[in-house]
């Protein structure tokens, strides 16, 4: 049975992805605590790419147990990844690499998502002696910046081998070191993870069409972060995809009906076939072709539902009847 408060969601990203145990090991990290009302939370999906050695695991949870869940995880996979080992075309910092909090109802404020981020962080700091966070969005008080100003801060975007730990600024915990580098953890509204592959092995092609697309461009797409990466022969389209609440969502005082705490948060976001289809004619342009799409996780609107359904049905486990999604 699920709470009555609404949920909350963590996309939580990883530096491993070849170790298929330790990624299963961190899922169940996240759903051992249970209690006599049901389960507290549950693992929705699993993303891994090989080539990246990067994994996505999409935890769900009332907002009052996400902390415990997320925190459990996080626990697991600094016991298991010791990032001065680990290999990946991918940019990170940190075994555990980011901690994104987001609504996913209505009843659910950002203000309270920061509140269990930086939570998250302070207790981890204290747990894992040696770990080491930056904070963003509702977690960053008081100025509140956002994840890729503050990733720019700290230098992730060239965050591979042979890093001097010593010249990283950090928020809580530890000076960063090699063992456990250094953690994203904030919160704000719900960020798609959407990547376009491209027939080409032409990186700076890539890099025009990830910039044409952002939201920050003059024809970009609104809400769009863009990188491209080599990925297994061809050139990806990395998209985060930040979404806005709608303006006039209808909202009661809570009378103790479930039905308002249960009422998902409306969003706009630039869908993952606009995406595509923006990509697809860039690349056109240039004679290249498409190899693909692919969501990692879910929609806002479809974790909302796969989540209560999840956790209302008791299976903490989800990602495992949906299978792990390689790439």
Sequence with gaps: MMSSRGLGICLLNVSEA???????????AATRSTGSSGILSSVLNIFQDIDYNRSVLTIAAPINNLKAAVCGACAEAYRQIDLSKQEGVHPRLGAV?????????????????????Y??????????PGSSFFLFGSADWPEQRGLVP??????????????????????????????????????????T??????????????????????????RGLPGIQAMAFPHEGTIEIACNVDSLPREKQSTRENDGDDTDQNCPITLDYSSPETIEQRVKALAGEK????????????????????AM???????????KSRGVLLM
């Design 18 to 28: 070849r170790n298929r145990l330790i990624i299963e090991n961190i899922a169940l």
């Design 97 to 117: 690499d980011l901690i994104p909090i987001y609504p996913l109802m209505s009843s659910v404020s950002l203000k309270e998502c920061g509140e269990v981020a």
């Design 119 to 128: 939570s998250i962080a302070e207790d981890l700091s204290t747990e894992i």
């Design 150 to 191: 503050r990733r720019k801060d700290v230098g992730w975007f060239k965050g591979k081998h042979g890093i001097d730990w010593s010249k990283f600024n950090h928020d809580l915990g530890a000076p960063p070191s090699s063992r456990y580098g250094l953690t994203g953890c904030g919160a704000s509204h719900y960020v």
């Design 193 to 218: 993870n959407c990547n376009v592959t491209i027939d080409t092995q032409d990186l700076e092609l890539g890099r025009e069409i990830a910039h044409a697309i952002r939201a920050t461009t003059p």
């Design 287 to 306: 004679g290249i072709g498409m190899v693909g799409t692919a969501l990692i996780g879910f929609r806002p609107e479809e974790a909302c539902r796969l």
């Design 309 to 319: 359904d999840a956790l209302q049905s008791g299976n903490d486990q989800l990602w």
